[in-house]
């Protein structure tokens, strides 16, 4: 079992951002955070927790007595396992030395710190509120109080970024040797400040040759500098692949809490309101601040197992659609396998099936053909 946290404020918003996140108010965080303690003690468990994701908004927004209360919380209500991973994100500008020993003495032993690119002038341009020089002072202040299992999050085919400016990004990252990188192709999100100066004619985005151009150098340069990829946008050095996401793209049942969560436990599919106000006033009353919620039909369990499965190098496996729904997966899906193998999209062995290459970069593509 997994446990995502979510919290929902931000010092200002990425001009890039559709993640449900609010502007910082000191009154709102320290009422969230009751609220938060609320929404855990109604899925509080004895089962074991092998994951733990505080995820945002900026979690590194909390001060350090904020830290403590929320892992407060957490231990309260959830039995979290000793070896459990348990990632924090951190953005620059807000972190300080005294936030991340907080985070190190509350058993946080995975840093996601969001970085992007290390040319300043893209930082602005897409909002961020820190300029590189400042993620520096935060990863290494990291690395000195006992850090070791970093994550760095990089965007490319952002607006008026070259292909000279990402492969400056990447050598720089690089050699700061982080355990992990996260490297994603900027999407234009309608209700963004982004998408709204793209309409305007502000910028152009990259056309799909060179955002291809751009992955497969980045998958390359990577493996060279000691990096598997082991899913689409993640990187990873040996031992240090992300559990947390991993258990999420093999669709292993996780709580979410906090307004705009989406969790997943046993059939049910659910989303929490987003609003910071009606998420009060539902758990003021004992309720969920349930939105809505998917009960998965075995359908929906085949295609989401399928299209989430696939997304990893490893790609997914005939005896787990068999031990986990009583399906044999080549008699249900012969001809799209077929079919994608002839496209040159898929590889087939004994034991599954997982993308080529050519596949990842058209994904959708192919996820497309396995849906009824």
């Known amino acids: ?98 936030k991340l020993e ?50 760095v999050d990089l965007m490319y085919s952002l607006p008026h970024q070259s ?30 400040e982004l998408y709204e100066m793209w309409t305007r004619g502000e910028f152009e985005p990259n056309d799909d040759d060179s955002d291809i151009e751009m992955y497969r150098y980045t998958i390359g340069y990577l493996a060279t500098q000691g990096y598997h990829q082991y899913e689409i946008s993640n990187y990873a050095k040996d031992g240090y692949e992300c559990e947390h996401n991993k258990g999420y793209w093999k669709c292993e049942h996780y709580i979410a809490v906090g307004p705009g969560a989406a969790g997943y436990i046993e059939d049910i599919r659910y989303n929490n309101v987003c609003s910071l106000d009606e998420y009060h006033e539902m ?25 989430m499965g696939l997304r990893m190098n490893e790609g997914i496996y005939f005896e787990d659609f068999k031990r986990d729904f009583g399906v044999d997966f080549m008699s249900k899906y012969s001809n799209q396998v077929s079919a994608l193998e002839e496209r040159k999209l898929i590889v087939k062995d004994e034991k599954g099936i997982r993308l080529t290459q050519k596949g990842r970069e058209i994904s959708n593509s192919v996820f497309v053909e396995f849906m009824e």
């Open 102 to 151: 907080a985070m190190k003495n509350v058993g946080v032993n995975r840093l996601s710190m969001g970085l992007q690119a290390v040319q300043n002038e893209h930082l602005k341009y897409i909002g961020r509120i820190h300029k590189y020089e400042a993620f520096l002072k935060n990863y290494n202040d990291a690395l000195d109080l006992g850090f070791e299992n970093i994550n």
């Open 1 to 98: 079992m997994l446990l995502y946290v979510h919290i929902p404020f931000c010092e200002k918003k990425c001009k890039y951002c559709d993640f449900n996140s609010f502007a910082l108010s000191g009154e709102y965080k320290r009422r969230y955070l009751r609220d938060l303690k609320r929404e855990m003690e109604m899925y509080a468990t004895e089962e074991e927790i092998d994951c733990v994701f505080i995820g945002g908004g900026t979690p590194s927004i909390l001060n350090s007595d904020e830290i403590r209360e929320l892992f407060k919380y957490i231990h309260e209500n959830f039995n979290i396992a000793d070896s459990a991973e348990i990632t924090m994100e951190a953005n620059p500008g807000t972190l300080s030395c005294d």
């Open 163 to 192: 292909f000279e400016d990402w492969k400056e990004t990447l050598e720089v990252v690089c050699g700061l040797n982080p355990a992990h990188i996260s490297a994603y192709s900027l999407i234009l999100e309608e209700n963004t």
């Open 283 to 307: 758990v003021e009353l004992g309720k969920k601040p349930i939105d809505s919620k998917e009960y998965l039909t075995l359908k929906d369990k085949l295609e989401e197992k399928i299209f």
